[in-house]
């Protein structure tokens, strides 16, 4: 499950990414001369395709076979420049699809794109011709166009570089060492601020009883041999609710390969954290909060504050347990906030509430695998106000009649989820969402997601109940459900039937169908929705300007305890 395929360059390939099993997302890749396609897909899962350019590949995706389940998938951003095939996408049986601001340069006999059978939204995607999509099945198309192949750029990206050799002073701890001493190497180290200077912590346990401290302003590493938890491991030994690793601001540090374990403080504080142009970029974080809930509610990740510093976060990890994983609460300015905060692939057990925003605090998710890990209900139960969007998400839960899997309760603000896969574990009953409590200052819009169906009956109002008073805005849009259960599905594959060549998947007895659409959603509320995610910018580590935080952290675990196990802040110290 879950291959994050980041950066890579794929040339004279038969298919640069295909699977049997599992799953993959593949973002920012460069494909060249594929003899069947860049992309293909097999195996049924929920899967994003992002930002990748395509030059002269017979296909750009494919998702040609004989199933009659779907897989949401998100397509967006991508370039393709001169297939070689029929269509550069074959979009086949599958889906639910998300297909947002590709651009298209398809000559001779090549179109762009085979449609399928099923619930597929296009939105701001430009072709060479007006007939470059081969529509079938429900479809919605929204601001599209039609360009000159001049126009279109042909440059290819600049992939990352190769990281040049450093030769940087280090400064090596002994195993086991005390707290004092760790300090007393981080202290040395940070007179060589400015020259990336190295404080390595060799693999073995480390008693922690007071907060080791990296100044403000200084470009310390701390390195050790592995994040996992018989490599180099810093114990919390001192109070409850206290601090293990703090990142005085505005911080400058790199933090790898290690792992905290902190259960009843907070394992990591970065403090100090907000200012114009900073930056935080963590490449497989895995944080984990406590088991037990507590009151108040308790996070693995939380982002307090922010108005300026971007943070992104690629292929997250962990699990919040019996608190929220990642919470955003917005800063004083977060009406007119430009910052983003983002989680960009990962994979996370389940969660009394994965997300949450509070404070006008806003967050984009894309392409996360939510296994089922406790018999926690609530996936989401947004309470306060912000804006959510997800998308190409699997949400694996425990399902009851008595909660709902999406959840909200007086929210105001906007709130996106699509091309998700939301799929009950081990409980027969299906997901659904629950909007309650006041709605007027509320935009929900379920778009393009899978049900899976154990139970006979389900029909769009099974999974979506709209009881706020007043009504919240949105609706339900484009979506389906998958069953095995040929009871749960009598008419089999309800779509419409094939157009063209191919067998027809309408005559299977189980598989996928439709639900009605719910709501009345307009073009300007789709587009309203899927701003977050469109606008969402994908970046690597830089340098920031004296004076902005940019923070790097690398393949770091922590576990930690109340009120956040790992806590990004605007303020400075308690």
């Not at 969660?351 to 404070?359: E, L, N, P, T, W």
């Not at 959510?388 to 839960?397: E, G, H, K, Q, V």
């Not at 006979?456 to 009881?467: K, M």
């Not at 969402?536 to 004076?547: C, D, H, K, Q």
Request: with cysteine; glycine share 10%.
């Amino acid at each position: 499950m879950d291959i994050w395929v980041w950066h890579c360059r794929f040339e004279d390939c038969g298919r640069g990414i295909f699977n049997v099993m599992g799953n993959w997302h593949a973002w920012e890749n460069l494909f060249v001369r594929s003899r069947i396609a860049d992309v293909g897909i097999m195996n049924l899962m929920a899967f994003s395709v992002v930002n990748n350019t395509s030059l002269e590949s017979n296909r750009f995706l494919d998702f040609e076979t004989g199933h009659t389940w779907g897989s949401p998938t998100s397509i967006t951003g991508n370039r393709v420049l001169d297939p070689t095939g029929d269509f550069a996408m074959n979009l086949s049986n599958a889906g639910p699809y998300l297909v947002v601001d590709n651009t298209f340069r398809c000559t001779g006999q090549s179109r762009a794109v085979q449609m399928t059978w099923a619930d597929q939204t296009f939105v701001g995607n430009t072709y060479m011709s007006t007939d470059a999509v081969a529509e079938r099945g429900r479809f919605r198309r929204i601001i599209e166009e039609t360009v000159d192949g001049k126009s279109i750029p042909d440059a290819l990206p600049t992939l990352p570089p190769t990281p040049p050799l450093r030769q940087r002073k280090i400064f090596e701890v002994a195993v086991g060492a005390s707290s004092v001493e760790i300090q007393r190497a981080i202290n040395e180290a940070s007179k060589l601020a400015g020259q990336r200077p190295v404080v390595h912590l060799p693999m073995g346990n480390y008693g922690v009883d007071q907060t080791l401290v990296i100044p403000a302003g200084c470009d310390i590493q701390l390195i050790g041999d592995g994040a996992g938890e018989t490599a180099t491991r810093l114990n919390w030994a001192g109070a409850e609710d206290g601090v293990l690793l703090r990142l005085d601001g505005p911080s400058r540090a790199i933090l790898r390969d290690f792992y905290i374990h902190a259960p009843n403080a907070r394992g990591l504080l970065i403090e100090d954290a907000d200012q114009p142009a900073g930056r935080i970029f963590a490449d497989q974080l895995n944080v984990n909060g406590p088991h037990q809930e507590h009151k108040p509610r308790t996070a693995a990740l939380r982002i307090n504050g922010l108005d300026e510093t971007d943070v992104l976060l690629r292929a997250l990890q962990g699990s919040g347990n019996g608190g929220v994983w990642v919470e955003v609460i917005g800063g004083p300015n977060a009406a007119s906030a430009g910052n983003q905060v983002s989680i960009f692939t990962g994979a996370t057990g389940s969660a009394a509430g994965q997300y949450d925003v509070s404070g006008g605090g806003r967050l984009v998710v894309r392409g996360v695998y939510h296994e089922r890990s406790s018999d926690s209900l609530n996936g989401l139960h947004l309470t306060d106000s912000g804006t959510l969007c997800i998308d190409a998400t699997r949400f694996s839960y425990a399902t009851s009649p008595n909660a709902a899997t999406i959840g909200a309760d007086d929210f105001h603000g906007l709130f996106t989820l699509a091309t998700c896969m939301l799929m009950p574990v081990e409980t027969k009953e299906t997901c659904r969402f629950e909007l309650r409590g006041d709605g007027r200052n509320a935009s929900v819009l379920a778009l393009n997601n899978q049900f899976w169906v154990h139970l006979p009956g389900t029909t769009a109002d099974t999974v979506w109940r709209n009881l706020a008073s007043p009504s919240a805005r949105g609706g339900l849009v484009g979506c389906n459900i998958n069953t095995s259960n040929k009871e749960a599905a009598p008419k089999g594959f309800e779509f419409l039937a094939n157009i063209g060549d191919s067998p027809d998947p309408a005559k299977s007895r189980s598989g996928a169908g439709p639900l009605e659409d719910r709501g009345g959603v307009d073009d300007a509320t789709i587009m309203r929705h899927l701003a977050p995610l469109r606008k969402a910018r994908v970046w690597l580590p830089s340098e920031t300007p004296m004076g902005a935080t940019n923070v790097r952290i690398h393949r770091v675990m922590v576990a930690g305890g109340s009120p956040a196990a790992v806590e990004i802040r605007a303020a400075r110290r308690e």
